[in-house]
């Protein structure tokens, strides 16, 4: 793969109109305000990202958990560009030096996809198909269908928000460039070979447009003709992962400091482990040097340290590795080749969230009130779309907006129409719902 075909502003839907832009280096920028001003984009202030919503302690949901991933990718792909520029002085007057705008905005989509409730969510849509009453659907529907409904992905469906038509909307969805919807798919094949991991990333339905994309770009095909679907990751992909990983992990250490899940000093242990002896010293005399006496302004101050620290060496890593990443042969994620300490510093922080964060009792707690309430909308909601003739499924399909074509001659469409549906409520709208369909709550009570 080489850079200058990989980094393109050409849009989807808009291929014709190509020629006639001459702004170029404005395009990647405007892929990001249309994010930031786009309704999914706002909606995920109310979905989880790890913890239920902790009345007067704020701690992450996906919206902020998105703008900072967003500003460490910005980081990350401008520290790669100068790099590269100077290795490579021939991208300096290209797109290439671009792409901390592009990197930064794929960070701002990568969750759009995911549903209420997070994981928990994507399991209950999963295992509705898999384990519960929809399992009649398998002999209903094309095995391909069936594949992505009993995989379905956040990632995936993040790549059909962008890219899909929906009813009354225009071709080529949110019309994004061609490298930026290519950097949010982390997983570039069908979901027939999810494997046990259950990843993909496109469904069969966005399959054609995200072949498409990927020849344009040069990226790598795996596969060969009549086999399903496998690509090599867009380069920047790699940096896009580098910024959830290390945002999530800092981030979710920080939350379960002010949630009072970690003690300050296990904090300070996990946050001061990316650092030898002699920075570790300097850090904490800067925190006496300035004053700082409370805990949480401390663990602030640290935290920053530990991201700016994994950012620079991610980076780092990237360059070292450009060669195999153009190939498509550099193996796992970036996080996985970082030096020490700083790699076992991470490896300790996943190793306390599992133990202590993602299976305490707050975060169990929403992950099995939302896996219920994700069960039952799939339930009712499927029921409406098989049988669309009944007369409480014309209710239930009368309350879901008119972009999801629920009301399709074709049931494969109608089951979609339900998962795009469900999938994109936000975690109170989908309890709302909830509610209102179990007779829990009326407006007039």
Excluded at 73 to 90: F, I, Q, R, Y
Excluded at 171 to 177: E, K, L, N, S
Excluded at 298 to 322: D, P, Q, S, W
Aim: with cysteine.
């Amino acid at each position: 793969m080489n850079w200058q075909q990989l980094i393109s502003n050409k849009r989807l839907g808009q291929e014709e109109r190509h020629i006639e832009r001459h702004d170029d280096r404005s395009e990647f920028k405007r892929d990001y305000d249309r994010l930031i001003f786009s309704a999914p984009f706002r909606r995920m202030q109310n979905k989880t990202q790890v913890f239920p919503l902790p009345g007067s302690i704020f701690v992450h949901n996906r919206l902020t958990h998105s703008l900072e991933v967003a500003s460490v990718g910005m980081s990350l792909g401008n520290d790669v560009a100068a790099a590269l520029t100077k290795k490579h002085p021939e991208l300096a007057d290209t797109l290439f030096p671009e792409i901390g705008t592009i990197v930064s905005t794929a960070c701002l989509a990568h969750d759009m996809g995911n549903p209420p409730f997070g994981h928990s969510g994507e399991k209950a849509i999963q295992t509705f198909f898999t384990e519960g009453k929809g399992s009649y659907l398998k002999e209903q529907v094309s095995q391909k269908l069936w594949d992505d409904i009993t995989h379905f992905e956040g990632n995936a469906n993040a790549f059909r928000l962008l890219a899909h038509r929906f009813k009354g909307r225009r071709d080529g969805g949110f019309v994004m460039t061609y490298t930026t919807l290519a950097s949010i798919v982390k997983y570039p094949y069908e979901s027939s070979l999810a494997g046990s991991h259950g990843k993909f990333g496109f469904f069969n339905t966005e399959a054609h447009t995200f072949k498409k994309i990927a020849d344009e770009l040069g990226i790598l095909c795996k596969s060969k003709p009549g086999e399903p679907l496998v690509y090599a990751r867009h380069p920047l992909v790699y940096l896009v992962e580098a910024a959830d990983d290390i945002c999530y992990e800092i981030m979710d250490i920080e939350d379960s400091h002010k949630l009072k899940i970690l003690s300050f000093e296990k904090t300070k242990e996990l946050l001061l482990g990316f650092f030898d002896e002699t920075i570790r010293n300097s850090i904490e005399q800067r925190i006496i040097d300035e004053g700082i006496t409370d805990d949480n302004e401390k663990v602030i101050y640290m935290r920053a340290c530990a991201i700016g620290k994994l950012e620079n060496v991610c980076a780092h890593t990237f360059i070292e590795h450009e060669e195999e990443i153009l190939n498509g042969t550099f193996q796992g994620c970036l996080i996985d080749h970082i030096p020490e300490p700083q790699h076992s510093a991470y490896k300790r922080c996943t190793e306390v969230s599992i133990q202590k964060i993602y299976k305490s009792k707050p975060v169990l707690d929403v992950e099995l009130s939302g896996f219920k309430i994700m069960e039952t909308l799939m339930e009712i909601m499927t029921e409406a779309a098989v049988h669309p003739d009944r007369f409480y499924s014309r209710q239930l399909i009368s309350r879901v907006s008119s972009q999801y074509d629920i009301t399709s001659s074709d049931l494969e469409t109608r089951i979609m129409a339900v998962i795009d549906y469900i999938s994109g409520m936000t975690d109170v709208y989908a309890l709302d719902i909830y509610q209102k369909i179990n007779g829990i709550s009326l407006p007039i009570v």
